[in-house]
């Protein structure tokens, strides 16, 4: 689980 | 108490009957959310005019194509690439809900 907090968030893209 | 089940990932079609495929996804390698998942669905879409893809949905396949372990921007291509394709009139989602 920690590992996933340190990741950093996703950009979102309009298809 | 019994083990929750889990969810099955389905195939769904969308039939290219609108200018825009209409859905905003979120994730990719690399980051919170490893496989892209639907955010949005804008009405007038090919996608909202489907109406089995749902907002929270994760996206697995596209037209037949893994996204696992690819980047937000390379998953994004993907589909927007199979949505411009006159290849085929429709696209095959492989999703699954947020289990």
């Known amino acids: 689980r920690e590992k996933r907090l340190t990741l950093p968030p996703s950009e979102i893209t309009l298809l | 108490s019994s ?7 389905n195939v769904v ?7 825009t495929l209409g ?3 979120e994730g990719g390698a690399n980051t919170r959310q490893p496989l892209p998942r639907i955010v949005t669905i804008q009405k007038g ?3 909202h005019n489907c109406g089995q893809l749902k907002v929270g949905q994760i996206i697995l396949e596209v037209n037949g194509i893994s996204l696992r372990g690819r980047e937000h921007k390379d998953a994004a291509k993907i589909i927007a690439e199979a ?3 006159k290849e085929k009139d429709h696209i ?3 999703v699954v809900d947020p289990g």
């Open chain 2, 3 to 9: 083990p929750a089940p889990v969810p099955t990932p």
């Open chain 2, 13 to 19: 079609r969308v039939v290219k009957n609108a200018n």
């Open chain 2, 23 to 25: 859905i905003a996804i």
């Open chain 2, 45 to 47: 879409g090919s996608a």
């Open chain 2, 83 to 85: 949505f411009k394709t």
């Open chain 2, 92 to 94: 095959d989602f492989l």
